[in-house]
């Protein structure tokens, strides 16, 4: 079945620091993808997507590639701020059969961001 | 509404008793979706309806877990003869159609404790 595989965490790191978090899938035929953040206290929003191969996703000063041939989806940002310490979830969603509609996520990963 | 409402924000409940969670989706939206957020453990699919066809029921549980969504709008997630292993956060959600390709909306769920 379909799956996705996010690094553990948590990840700690000072303001205007480099974040990395990596993210594979496992999905059969042409998966949609997705990064979620949720703030403390607050719902899961939706940060940024891709649709297909080699699209690159972006919101806020994040980004995320979809690549098709390291089936990978790593969430990227130059410089991080407090405020964006937060759990971040990558997630899936294949494009038919009937699976179609479901999201399938990540265990998140928890980012806590120091002054 | 301009969100996904779910009500309660908390329920504390004891061991056996039968809950209702509920969930009110943006206005047109025809796709709602139940997850369930246990602590450490990321998201998991509970049960999914896309406008009036049979709904895909996959990830409840156990038989103690149903769900039912009347014309076409507000949905009732029910849990009978709670056990403890029931407590978690569950999150409801919808999009415009079927699939997730603009992603979902999400709520900010219910906080289920059974003590």
């Known amino acids: 079945g379909d799956s996705v595989t996010q690094m553990e965490g948590p990840v700690t790191l000072s303001e205007e620091a480099f974040l990395t978090i990596n993210c594979t899938y496992t999905?059969?035929?042409?998966?949609?993808l997705f990064w979620y953040v949720q703030y403390p206290g607050e719902g899961l929003q939706l940060l940024l997507k891709a649709t297909k191969a080699d699209d690159k996703g972006s919101n806020k000063g994040f980004e995320a590639t979809y690549r098709k041939e390291t089936t990978s989806f790593h969430l990227e940002k130059g410089s991080v701020q407090v405020s964006d310490s937060a759990v971040y979830f990558c997630a899936l969603t294949r494009g038919g059969g009937t699976s179609y509609g479901k999201l399938t996520f990540g265990q998140g990963t928890i980012l806590t961001v120091h002054p | 509404g301009a969100g996904v409402s779910q009500s309660p924000s908390n329920k504390v409940t004891e061991k056996g008793k039968d809950v209702e969670l509920r969930c009110d989706p943006i206005s047109g939206h025809t796709a709602l979706y139940w997850y369930r957020q246990s602590l450490g453990q990321g998201l998991e699919f509970l049960i999914y309806f896309q406008g009036n066809s049979a709904p895909d029921k996959s990830g409840l549980p156990s038989d103690r877990f149903s769900a039912e969504r009347t014309g076409g709008s507000v949905s009732t997630l029910t849990i009978q003869r709670t056990q403890q292993e029931d407590s978690a956060v569950y999150l409801c959600?919808?999009?415009?159609?079927?699939?997730?390709?603009?992603?979902?909306?999400f709520g900010s769920g219910t906080r289920l404790t059974v003590v």
């Open positions: 959600a919808s999009s415009p159609s079927q699939g997730a390709g603009n992603g979902y909306t």
């Open positions: 999905a059969t035929g042409y998966p949609s």
